[in-house]
């Protein structure tokens, strides 16, 4: 009877830490993902800046011609 204990909380606690773990991978995926995204609208607001900026010197140029 009390091997059948121990087995029961050894399985036990093997569910629980897999459980656990399981839920720690996803929040690291979850926010190495957000991290990403985060980069990218980085990225495309700076383009957006430099682009501007080319835009905004052609026309100039344009207009002095």
Do not use: C, P
Request: glycine share 4%; hydrophobic share 45%; aromatic share 12%.
């Amino acid at each position: 009877m009390e091997d059948q204990m121990e087995m029961a909380l050894f399985v036990v606690s093997m569910v629980w830490f897999i459980f656990l773990t399981g839920i720690f991978l996803v929040y690291v995926k979850t926010r190495l993902q957000r991290d990403e995204i985060d980069e990218i609208k980085k990225v495309n607001e700076e383009s957006h800046v430099k682009i501007g900026r080319l835009y905004r010197s052609f026309n100039s140029i344009k207009r002095v011609r």
